[in-house]
Each structure stands twice: as C-alpha cells, then as structure tokens.
C-alpha cells in the first residue's frame, strides 16, 4: 500500500517563502514521477511542478522562476520550494506520484493536501 505524506505547508506573509515535502513509503517497484499540484476555492485542480525520474521537469508557465522542485531518490521525496509568494498562490497543494507497484501496474498516488495561505 503506497501512501504520500506531506509537510511544510502553513501561513505566510506576501513576499515570504515555503518549502514543501512530500515522502512516498509502502511496497512498490518505481516511481516513474513526482509532483505537486494545487487548488484554489471555486478553481479547477492545477498543476504546479512535475520531476521524472531521469530529472526532467515541467512548471506552469506562471510559476516559473518563483517555484523550484527537487527530488530526493533515495529517499523517495520531492520538495517545492516557494519564493516570492503572491496571495493568489493560496491554496491546498497536493502532492502527485506516479509509481509502478510492479513491473507492469502504474498507478497514480495523491497526498492528503496541505494547505497554503499566503496572506498578511
């Protein structure tokens, strides 16, 4: 059973930076891509940031160069660091994995959400 635990998120003032975690455990074989995406009240899910195995990413062009991913391999974590937090970067940010439990079964796996409010 593969579980995605997150941490770090909370209230920050405009301007401010965050850094979240997210760490993957259970039984599995790989975890093809790691990622973060997040929702706003009244909005659709986004994607925020995604990392492949190999270290490609992608980021919402409206991130770009304010949000930051990294992956941890061995230790099966991908962080987001936030700078420059802006109030409409309020929301609940979920953390994504994209993990083979087998050789031939590919699943996608969320986290429980945690919330980010950048407020002041």
């Known amino acids: 059973q593969v579980q995605l635990v997150e941490s770090g998120g909370g209230l920050v003032q405009p301007g401010g930076s965050l850094r979240l975690s997210c760490a993957a455990s259970g039984r599995f074989f790989s975890i093809n891509a790691m990622g973060w995406y997040r929702q706003a009240p009244g909005k659709e899910r986004e994607l925020v940031a995604i990392i492949r195995s190999g270290g490609s990413t992608n980021y919402a062009d409206s991130l770009k160069g304010r949000f930051s991913i990294a992956r941890d391999n061995p230790k099966n974590t991908v962080y987001l660091q936030m700078n420059s937090l802006k109030p409409e970067d309020t929301a609940v940010y979920y953390c994504?994995?994209?993990?083979?439990?087998?050789?031939?079964?590919?699943?996608?796996?969320w986290g429980q959400g945690t919330q980010v409010t950048v407020s002041s």
């Open positions: 994504y994995a994209d993990i083979n439990i087998s050789w031939a079964s590919e699943f996608d796996y």
